[in-house]
């Protein structure tokens, strides 16, 4: 089926079936729980019963999302015979909430990655969708239903979470008018930004004061480190979602290159996140440990010692910085020589 079929059997099925459960993906996101939020809303002004299912608690940060309180543990799920995944690139990002996509009856999913085979019975999946609520925007306007408030808010969080705040290279145009738009249907804009940028916990901004003051330059400042033990955790109370951004930060350092984080995980693991500057592509690095992600951010687990995980992340990125320079060379060359041939053959051709 083409994508213009999957969205009106999609539509044909949220019509047809009276109960939803609709599935989030394990290490939830403001795109995963703001797109799964918007269509229980959208649902339950349809009179249908819809429940979202998320395998861990709602994070901190997310919990002033419209209906966060409504989410549910797949333990306590009422798992219905229609499940609709959002944002779950492949089955194993349901974790524990796997039974329930296992039980149901029909299995719809609506996705944004590129790498999202289209594992239910309808998929709606759009790789140029900056996050899978712009889709869910497109899905309301495809049924001639209204964003209201708390939708617009669901909409928007998970559209500015997936594109950094209107920044990454997947903002889209699209992404932006549809932003304009939930504007003009009255979103307040500036609260719900000062709630996803502006509310940091204490225990967090000291976190990240500690590993930020801790962080290591290496290769004349172009490589960044930084690294957590549990032990520093516990010092702080912190918890890992106080955690999450730190390697942004060693990032957005002036010389730093490619940055690192290495934090220790309660099952004695250390998780490596990656960033890179267009200066390397840091998921190939994260591929050969069995990791994934994209070339300007990925990540990891490695099972050594920090002081091993430390050297060979270290190893890694010089590799894939030489790797990437030499690359760039290249294409220098090719791209030098399309700047300079065709004058010159206008030249030519004038002669
Ligand atoms: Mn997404």
Redesign the pocket.
Known sequence: MRDRDQMSAFIDALGKHESFSILTHVSPDG??LGSALAVRLLLLKLGKKAEVICEEPVPHIYGFLPGAESVVLPAEAKCFDTVIAC?CADKQRFKKADFIFENASLTLVID?HFTNKGYADINVIRADAS??CEIVFDLYHAMGMEIGRDAAVCIYTGIVT?TGNLTYSNTTPRAIRMVADLLEGGLNITEVNRLIYRTIPYVKTRIQGHVLSNMKLYEDGTIGLATLTIGEMDQYGATNEDCEGLVDSVRDVESVKVAAFIREGRDGTFKVSLRSKECADVGRIAGKYGGGGHPAAAGYSSKEPLSTTIANVLRDIKDEMQRFEAWQDEEREYASDEMIIPPLLNKNDKD
Do not use: K
Request: glycine share 0%; net charge negative.
């Open positions: 795109d995963t944002d944004h996050a899978v997936d």
